[in-house]
């Protein structure tokens, strides 16, 4: 990049100046700049609105030219694809059974994790430092060395194919992490707080619900978020758990299960793909901040 | 679906839960608390904190810890879970051909996904820190981040897709090397020279976002002055990156790799829904996925969930200093 960091005028400055001959010079010793940040991001989504123009294209089109050719007269589109896909596959029952299997699996470990967290940072206890040590570690431990062990619990429980086991192991698998970000913010509040509150005669729970809680509701809402998008995302649990039962089956499951046996009407996939990501998309689009305020907790910080 | 089933068991059940989990959760809270009160002064500060984290202790120490020891102890079995083999199921597990495979497209994935993950993110953090529409440029490099590696894997299913020679080609990475570059079309999933790299473009298209976001904060926190100083003393713009911005970044590129390390070793969605591990794209997880669900020999599975876990215990390691030096920094 040959392009010296001060030719980038403060928006401000910019704003007030309007467009002057100079702010169209800089715009053109940008340009190498802004041609190689908008290509970068025009490759980054041409696969997504591909499969996204993909999945309105009739059958007759997509074999025999490619997702393309649909943005230039004459444009034609249909639904047909989104309606074989949800009358011929049970994607419409794997698409509640996510809603089912993901809103327990986030509002379990979130309210439990707010409990644990709430004592790491605030209560003294024997081994709190190493315990919250282990459950560093236990971040990065791959979750298939869990698998067999859990598989025979729930075997003899009667817990496989369940919603309540998967809620459960999901719970189990989700915790670290939920303890880990709320305790990184429960304990950057201000002491003071605390110590007011105790001089008021206010006691734990007083303390709990009506100052670190309602204080916490970023942090709380990045968790949400993240969990939920991690359990409606995941394929691997729910294979093991839920994945010899098609009733219980999730949307990644089921999309997974149709890749593999669709054969002739491949091009179905387009809008069962697409219908998996609707519920991601908006909440990505909509929450994104917390989501991206979770990532960044998340990260074990140098 | 049925709807009869559906109105009448399943939203209950999911009302039930979401009102009700939480409820019997807090009265538990209120409950543990209203006990801890009726004991004597001294007392209290001992027991109060076990209320609190009682349950996540109790779901970690059933679903990660015992499983942890369960199966390191269940890989030394033998097949029938009876008989003491010591170490001879990892001795057949890593003689297996299949496995030594799936070795070697790890390391690809270790070191290529890692690699190009971390470039592409820095590139992107870098670039875009220098324009004003920063804000839409991130969060469609991000985007990929919200849906699955299921969703994601067909999306480049359709990217890869091949016709023979002559064929309008419908994939678009095919059309774009056969109508512009005039190569001939490319079997991107069975060709065994580039399939694992097309699965590993696949992943890095995803998790580039991830990166970015945490690198482009950490260079947001770079000081202005720092940078301005670097200039004043004549430093060139690149120079200064990597001079300046480079080694500031140095920790978090740091901690960024190591999770993507950590991603990486644990690779599965996207060879098991693209290739399910054919064409010698296997990885250690889809390997244990199948001795597990296909094979049913959880002696054989045991020992590939113990070998992903020995792998990690580097970066488990790395992650716990960090975490250390940082508490020793509050």
């Known amino acids: ?302 | 679906m049925d709807l009869g089933q559906l109105l009448t068991v399943q939203l209950p059940t999911l009302l039930a839960v979401v009102i009700g989990v939480p409820a019997v959760l807090a009265g538990y809270i209120v409950v543990g608390e209203l006990l801890v009160r009726r004991l004597p002064d001294g007392a209290q500060p001992g027991v109060r904190p076990w209320i609190w984290v009682g349950p996540a202790l109790v779901f970690i120490a059933i679903f990660l810890v015992y499983p942890v020891f369960g199966t390191v102890y269940r890989s030394l079995l033998g097949r029938d879970g009876s008989s003491f083999v010591a170490l001879s199921n990892y001795g057949r597990v890593l003689g297996d051909s299949a496995v030594v495979t799936a070795i070697r497209d790890n390391i690809y994935w270790l070191l290529l996904y890692t690699l190009f993950a971390l470039l592409f993110g820095l590139l992107m953090a870098v670039l875009s820190d220098r324009v004003r529409y920063e804000t839409p440029v991130k969060s469609l490099i991000f985007m990929p981040m919200a849906i699955s590696f299921t969703a994601l894997a067909v999306i480049w299913k359709f990217m890869y897709s091949y016709q023979p020679p002559g064929e309008p080609q419908t994939g678009t990475l095919n059309a774009v090397l056969n109508g512009i570059l005039h190569v001939q079309p490319i079997t991107w999933i069975q060709d065994e020279r580039v399939n694992n790299f097309a699965l590993i473009a696949a992943a890095v298209w995803g998790i580039t976002g991830f990166a970015m976001v945490i690198l482009s904060a950490s260079l947001k926190g770079i000081p202005g002055e720092l940078l301005e100083a670097a200039r004043v003393d004549g430093a060139g713009q690149i120079t200064i990156f990597r001079r300046v911005i480079l080694p500031l970044l140095m920790p978090t590129i740091t901690v960024v790799a190591t999770t993507l390390v950590i991603f990486a070793l644990k690779a599965f969605d996207i060879v098991y829904v693209t290739t399910a591990g054919n064409f010698h794209t296997d990885v250690l997880a889809n390997r244990m996925y199948k001795e597990l669900y296909l094979a049913g020999n959880f002696a054989n599975s045991s020992a590939l969930a113990v070998i992903l876990l020995i792998a990690v215990i580097p970066v488990l390691i790395f992650n716990l200093r960090q975490f250390r030096a940082v508490e020793g920094r509050r």
């Open chain 1, 1 to 302: 990049m040959s392009v010296a960091r001060p030719e980038v005028a403060p928006p401000v400055e910019a704003a007030a100046a309007g467009i002057t001959p100079r702010t169209i010079l800089e715009w053109i010793g940008n340009l190498p700049l802004h041609v190689a940040i908008i290509g970068l991001t025009v490759a980054w989504i041409v696969p997504t609105v591909g499969l996204l123009v993909s999945s309105f294209r009739p059958l007759s089109a997509f074999a025999t030219s490619g997702w393309w050719t649909a943005l230039s007269p004459p444009f034609n589109f249909t639904l047909d694809n989104y309606q074989h896909i949800l009358s011929t596959s049970n994607l419409g029952t794997s698409f509640f059974n996510s809603f089912m299997i993901s809103i327990p699996a986030t509002v379990i470990p979130a309210t439990v994790a707010a409990f644990a967290a709430y004592a790491f940072s605030w209560m003294r206890f024997w081994g709190r430092d190493w315990i919250f040590l282990a459950l560093v570690g236990l971040l990065a431990v791959p979750l298939q060395v869990t698998f067999i062990p859990i598989l025979s619990m729930f075997t003899s429980l009667g817990l496989n194919g369940t919603f309540l086991g998967i809620w459960l192991a999901h719970t189990g698998y989700g915790l670290p992490f939920a303890i880990y970000l709320l305790a990184n913010f429960f304990r950057a509040l201000p002491a003071d707080l605390f110590e007011s509150a105790e001089i008021d005669g206010a006691g734990t729970l007083t303390v709990f619900f009506r100052i670190v809680l309602p204080l916490s509701v970023p942090a709380l809402a990045s968790l949400i978020i993240f969990q939920f998008l991690w359990v409606w995302n995941d394929l691997l649990v729910a294979l093991i758990y839920l994945g010899g039962t098609p009733e219980v089956a999730p949307l990644t499951v089921t999309l997974a299960n149709l890749v593999g046996s669709l054969g002739q009407g491949y091009q179905y996939l387009t809008a069962a793909a697409f219908l998996s990501m609707i519920v991601p998309l908006v909440v990505f689009f909509s929450l994104q901040r917390y989501f991206v305020r979770g990532i960044l907790a998340g990260s074990v910080k140098g």
